[in-house]
């Protein structure tokens, strides 16, 4: 992969899924502190993080979880009991009061759908499984589509049949160990698969790797897909080829490493090119249909489909009303061809005198100047120039704009990070009544969900560039050694 989007990128990523991969096992996102009486006769034992036993609650003490996962098929809670922070088990729990307030959680602002595949789709009274299921134990047959605009990190409020209650939809780890998820998500405007090398096998259920069926896809096929259930780092779609439908393997994006046998439509993608050999190629993995034609140094191309295959990362790209194929090496001794941006703007606040040019380099021309202290201007792409050493200030340059005018300056030029914003609307973008706002900015800090993680990780892009810069360094110092 490019050298800055396989070490910056790919450092992003695995700083953004790390806390999903880790806690994966044991299920672990913010479902929202909820009120419960403790029901045992005996009272609940309170648990330090050894799970040894420090303090006991008597019967019907009443008490507020934080936070709920499971460990070895026992659901715990996180409380807080007289200065204590600890974990009880929840079979020794009921809800205090069940009523549920929907102002309390997040909104879409467009409904989503999502397709039950399995046979574990069962309302309950509340986002969790301590609240109960729903009168007549309502469960959504397989085949099914329902939609919702309330949710958390894993769980969200549907109707079915006349029914309100709320549905597991949680892909990531087991957080029940009597329910798991059995929904995927409707695919939106953007749903197609590109196969990378021959399909044989299709799944019938993508929780069930061994339930397959035959089929011979051949590698450079596109696909559209109408349902895609998302995993930490992979996927799988549901597609249609010549009479057979199943669920195919797919990876969402390229991590540096070969791709799955497919991958999907790359949501709101960009590279701008960041040099003068930007190569059109004919074919998708042949090098040898490389041609004598660029994308010119500085050109902005959208990404349709990214793909790492045999140590080169491949993009399907549109640029100026056509579809190229571009490609990298992903151990480009060099500079980077191009540099990525994944959907996402930050807003800076910046000082007076900083000098605009057309390039990252300092040799290139000045197209403008910052005038005033405290302008905003919105980044969209950083440049690490590997000609230089990490610590001095031409090693990293960031792209701007910046009263009409689009270029780039030194990252160290940068202030205090203002705004986060996405260059592409998703279902994952909320509206929140203004009353909960802090509220829930104040929670997202502990929050496990990948789009508050994104959140996070952007907010402190500045340190984790800074970081990375350091790691990139000590890869190539540690592959330098390896070839001496």
Not at 71 to 84: A, E, S, W
Not at 98 to 104: A, K, P, R, T, Y
Not at 422 to 450: A, G, V
């Amino acid at each position: 992969m490019k050298r800055l989007c396989s070490y910056l990128g790919g450092f992003l990523i695995v700083i953004l899924m790390f806390p999903i991969l880790v806690l994966a096992d044991v299920g672990a996102p913010e479902l929202g502190d909820y009120d419960v009486i403790i029901s045992n006769k005996d009272g609940a034992s309170l648990y330090d993080y050894n799970y040894n036993v420090i303090d006991k609650i008597p019967y019907d003490t009443k008490i507020t979880v934080n936070f709920e996962y499971t460990r070895d098929g026992v659901l715990y809670g996180t409380i807080n009991y007289h200065g204590q922070t600890g974990d009880i088990r929840l079979s020794d729990v009921k809800i205090y009061d069940e009523e549920i307030d929907l102002d309390d959680y997040l909104k879409l602002d467009t409904p989503a759908e999502l397709y039950v595949f399995d046979d574990d789709a069962y309302l309950y009274k509340g986002p969790s499984t301590v609240y109960g299921r729903v009168d007549k134990e309502v469960r959504i047959p397989q085949g099914e589509i329902v939609s919702y605009e309330y949710y958390n990190d894993a769980w969200v409020y549907v109707e079915y049949d006349g029914v309100k209650g709320w549905l597991l939809n949680y892909s990531f780890g087991d957080i029940y160990s009597d329910l798991s998820n059995s929904v995927a998500q409707v695919a939106g405007e953007k749903n197609r698969v590109y196969v990378i090398d021959n399909v044989k096998t299709l799944l019938k259920n993508p929780k069930n790797t061994d339930d397959t069926i035959d089929v011979d896809i051949p590698a450079g096929t596109e696909l559209e897909y109408k349902y895609y259930y998302s995993l930490a780092k992979t996927g799988y779609a549901y597609v249609e080829y010549e009479d057979q439908e199943g669920w195919i393997y797919v990876s969402p994006s390229s991590f540096g490493e070969d791709s799955s046998s497919a991958v999907i439509e790359d949501e709101c993608s960009t590279l701008i090119v960041v040099s003068e050999e930007a190569y059109i190629y004919e074919e998708e993995t042949n090098l040898d249909s490389k041609t004598d034609k660029t994308i010119p140094y500085g050109e902005e191309v959208t990404v349709i489909f990214s793909f790492v295959k045999d140590n080169y990362t491949w993009y399907y790209v549109s640029y100026d009303g056509e579809n190229y194929w571009l490609a990298e090496d992903s151990d480009y001794e060099n500079n980077s061809l191009y540099v990525g941006n994944y959907g996402y703007v930050q807003t800076y606040e910046i000082n007076k005198g900083i000098e605009i040019y057309e390039y990252p380099n300092k040799d290139s021309k000045i197209i403008g100047t910052i005038n005033k202290d405290g302008e905003v201007v919105d980044t969209y792409y950083t440049f690490i120039d590997n000609n230089y050493e990490y610590s001095d200030e031409y090693y990293s340059w960031t792209y701007i704009e910046y009263d009409g005018v689009k270029g780039w300056v030194l990252t160290t030029t940068l202030g205090d990070l203002k705004e986060n914003k996405e260059l592409c609307k998703t279902t994952i973008k909320t509206e929140e009544n203004e009353d909960n706002k802090e509220d829930k900015e104040d929670k997202s800090s502990n929050s496990l969900s990948p789009k508050v993680i994104v959140a996070i990780a952007i907010g402190g892009a500045v340190v984790l560039a800074l970081v990375v810069i350091v790691i990139i360094k000590l890869v190539n110092r540690n592959r330098n050694n390896e070839m001496l």
